[in-house]
């Protein structure tokens, strides 16, 4: 009984922690907005630099789902990998 309430304390340490991180980065992003919305630039400097600072992210995070795909399909791969092992040895055992 303990060892379950330790997991379910352990995994809401973990989520408070993610969204302590996702607090941060949000935090970090308006500061940056309010930083150069406060720079002594003119307009037309700002909203290319505000259009370059979005098309950045924008390639980043598009970045990030292809790399996340990536990883989902290699464990697919492990996972049909270890199940193609593993089967042969389950029907030797079921005999």
Do not use: H
């Not at 919305?37 to 307009?43: H, M, R, S, Y």
Request: cysteine-free; overall charge neutral.
């Amino acid at each position: 009984m303990s060892d379950q309430s330790n997991d379910f304390q352990s995994q809401g340490e973990y989520q408070e922690s993610g969204s302590g991180v996702t607090m941060l980065l949000v935090g970090l992003a308006a500061g940056a907005l309010i930083a150069l919305l406060f720079a002594p630039k003119t307009g037309k400097q700002m909203r290319k630099t505000l259009r370059r600072s979005y098309e950045d992210a924008r390639e980043m995070v598009e970045d990030f789902g292809d790399q996340a795909g990536d990883w989902m399909d290699k464990g697919s791969e492990w996972a049909d990998t270890a199940k193609s092992k593993v089967s042969p040895l389950s029907k030797k055992f079921r005999r």
